[in-house]
């Protein structure tokens, strides 16, 4: 079956950790995307990859990084540099703009 | 900058009722507009795109309509039924390369 899929569900860090978030797709797509949802707010972009070895920062990339070395695979970093990174992770992927977004099932991360 | 508002922030109706819900944006140069369905702590759904040549898209019970010149769009759910319940999150395009995301609309639909 092809979709996008995240890991782990759940994550929980203590604070000064950095922590890495895991996103595949097996949809060949090119772009993908990665969005911070906190409670009751719309999706916040954080970084965004259009091509494998280059991506761009979204509105809230402070205190996250990204890699993109393969096409079906874009992990998010969050640093301890993020002082706010509770939240819901998620992330995305299209095969162009004029396409839809697809999304992964998402990771819960908690701050301890 | 873009910006996306959706109103009503949440609705409640009985089952049956045809209903509407708004997505208005602040810049009507957008490449395209999409509306998406959210689940408790689950991820998007994508339910329509609609390209900013189009007026109009369907998709069995759901309708989506888009005015550029006024930066509306609206989501019109027919028959609604108690599974129609969640969130429904309007995002537009601007440039061909990422979304902007509304706030979303808190769907309930009583038996």
């Known amino acids: 079956d092809g979709g996008i899929t995240q890991s782990p569900k759940y994550l929980f860090r203590k604070e000064g950790q950095n922590v890495t978030l895991s996103c595949e797709q097996n949809?060949?797509?090119?772009?993908m995307y990665w969005y911070r949802q906190d409670p009751g707010q719309g999706l916040r972009l954080i970084y965004y990859?259009?091509?494998?070895?280059?991506?761009q920062k979204g509105d809230i990339a402070e205190g996250y990084s990204v890699s993109r070395e393969k096409k079906e695979s874009f992990p998010l970093t969050v640093t301890s540099a993020q002082k706010n990174p509770t939240a819901f992770y998620l992330c995305?992927?299209?095969?162009?703009?004029?396409?839809?977004?697809?999304f992964g099932p998402g990771t819960r991360l908690t701050v301890l | 900058k873009q910006e996306v508002t959706q109103i009503p922030a949440a609705l409640s109706v009985p089952e049956g009722e045809n209903l509407v819900l708004n997505c208005s944006f602040t810049?009507?140069?957008?490449?395209?507009l999409q509306w998406f369905r959210q689940d408790p702590g689950k991820g998007l759904t994508s339910l329509l795109l609609?390209?900013?040549?189009?007026r109009e898209q369907t998709s069995g019970r759901l309708n989506a309509s888009l005015d550029k010149s006024s930066g509306r769009s609206t989501l019109y759910i027919a028959a609604s039924q108690p599974g129609d319940s969640a969130t429904y999150l309007c995002?537009?395009?601007?440039?061909?390369?990422?979304?902007?995301f509304g706030e979303g609309t808190q769907l309930t639909v009583n038996p």
């Open positions: 810049d009507s140069a957008i490449y395209n």
């Open positions: 995002a537009v395009n601007p440039s061909g390369s990422r979304l902007t």
């Open positions: 995305a992927s299209t095969a162009s703009g004029r396409r839809k977004q697809f």
């Open positions: 609609i390209q900013s040549s189009q």
């Open positions: 949809l060949n797509h090119d772009a």
């Open positions: 990859s259009q091509i494998v070895n280059d991506f």
